[in-house]
């Protein structure tokens, strides 16, 4: 390639390059950075899509039976009409973690089957309960249930949640 070619093929990609219609700006603030794991506490309740959380940021939980509280307050108004509902059987709930593992006992429960909603409620919410507590890894936590026809779990939230 010759000196006068390789000058010409230079001048065409720079007029090129600063005629594309991008102009110089200064520094933009890109706003907070995401941190990957939503913040506050999140209550799950029952959709036509399986479990769906949603945030209660001005709620704080300071024990894992709190959340037995949360779920039999059911959805506000507005999250019944996106149809939302609790599907949770009213009753006696007492939950204890050890380690991330969360065991609920419910004297009248019955679980009918891993994949019911009203498990998945009440397991997704206790493990986000529990990450706020006790700081466990949210992969980490596991959920028994004891009810009255023995022992059922353990269940991980992801079990319930894009079914």
């Given at each position: 390639m010759t000196p006068a070619r390789a000058a010409r093929i230079c001048c065409l990609l720079a007029l090129a390059a600063t005629g594309c219609g991008i102009r110089p700006t200064g520094v933009t603030d890109g706003?907070?950075?995401?941190?990957?794991?939503s913040q506050g506490m999140r209550i799950y309740f029952a959709s036509d899509r399986g479990p769906r959380g949603v945030p209660r940021p001005e709620v704080t939980v300071d024990q894992l039976d709190d959340v037995f509280k949360l779920l039999a307050g059911g959805p506000s108004p507005a999250e019944r009409d996106e149809g939302l509902s609790s599907v949770l059987p009213d009753g006696e709930y007492h939950a204890t973690a050890h380690r991330g593992h969360v065991t609920?006992?419910?004297p009248r429960l019955a679980v009918t089957s891993p994949q019911d909603q009203g498990t998945g409620q009440l397991v997704c919410t206790l493990a986000r309960a529990e990450v706020l507590l006790h700081g466990t890894r949210p992969d980490k936590v596991q959920v028994s249930i004891v009810g009255e026809q023995g022992r059922a779990g353990p269940y991980q939230c992801q079990q319930f949640l894009g079914h």
């Open positions: 706003g907070t950075a995401p941190s990957g794991i609920v006992t419910a």
